[in-house]
């Protein structure tokens, strides 16, 4: 039983467009969502983070979506770049964060495209 | 301030074999979790120590095993291993910030079971 899903196994994408990644959860619970980049043998990045009582949250180049009726989040990278291309984990969690853990997908591979 | 360190970064084992894996976390920083990472099953939670206190746990036979010591530190132990321990075993610390907690990742233990 997959509590958060990320349906698209890889993304390519050209370098200087949008790359949208996506992510759909389950559990009605899950109030605080967050988004992490890894690199081959390197532990997950933190990228950015959303509470659920917002529905956008914006740092730099990287703006997460949230739209709690559809239990569905978006990753939007403006412009891509070249070293953008990770796998990216969407993350999710109920009441206190961390408390019980986080819920990750199983990722997104991103390729950017010069 | 440092990052989430982990040791050994690269371990083989045999089946049948213990293993135990440490983890210092961020400075400051009191909650380690333990994610086990498959290709098959993505990140996983094993469970969250605090305070010297398992305060979480995930799905995993009593075979995995953690402790937490009084700086903080983590031990990650293994027995009996199975070659489908074979994974990059991840340590994560908290920081705590608005009540909602953003975790940092180490850069993982690769443990290979033969």
């Known amino acids: 039983d997959q509590q958060v899903k990320q349906n698209s196994p890889s993304l390519s994408v050209q370098e200087g467009r949008i790359s949208i990644l996506n992510c759909d959860y389950t559990n009605s619970m899950f109030d605080y969502f967050l988004w992490y980049k890894k690199y081959p043998a390197e532990g997950p990045t933190f990228l950015i983070s959303i509470s659920s009582i917002k529905d956008k949250n914006e740092d730099g180049r990287f703006t997460v979506f949230l739209n709690k009726s559809a239990k569905h989040l978006s990753l939007h990278i403006v412009p891509s770049q070249p070293g953008d291309s990770a796998v990216y984990f969407c993350?999710?969690?109920?009441?206190?964060?961390?408390?019980?853990?986080?819920?990750f997908g199983k990722g997104t591979h991103l390729i950017i495209q010069p | 301030k440092a990052g989430v360190t982990q040791t050994p970064r690269y371990l083989i084992k045999t089946r049948g074999q213990q293993v135990t894996l440490s983890c210092s976390p961020i400075s400051g920083h009191r909650s380690v979790s333990w994610y086990q990472q498959t290709p098959g099953q993505g990140l996983q939670f094993l469970f969250e120590y605090f305070s010297e206190t398992q305060r979480n746990k995930g799905n995993f036979p009593g075979r995995f095993s953690g402790r937490q010591f009084s700086n903080s530190r983590s031990e990650m132990n293994v027995s009996t291993l199975e070659l489908g321990d074979s994974a990059l075993y991840l340590c994560?610390?908290?920081?705590?910030?608005?009540?909602?907690?953003?975790?940092?990742f180490g850069p993982g233990t690769r443990l290979l079971v033969l």
């Open positions: 993350a999710a969690s109920a009441v206190r964060g961390g408390a019980d853990g986080l819920t």
């Open positions: 994560a610390s908290s920081s705590r910030d608005r009540g909602r907690e953003t975790q940092y």
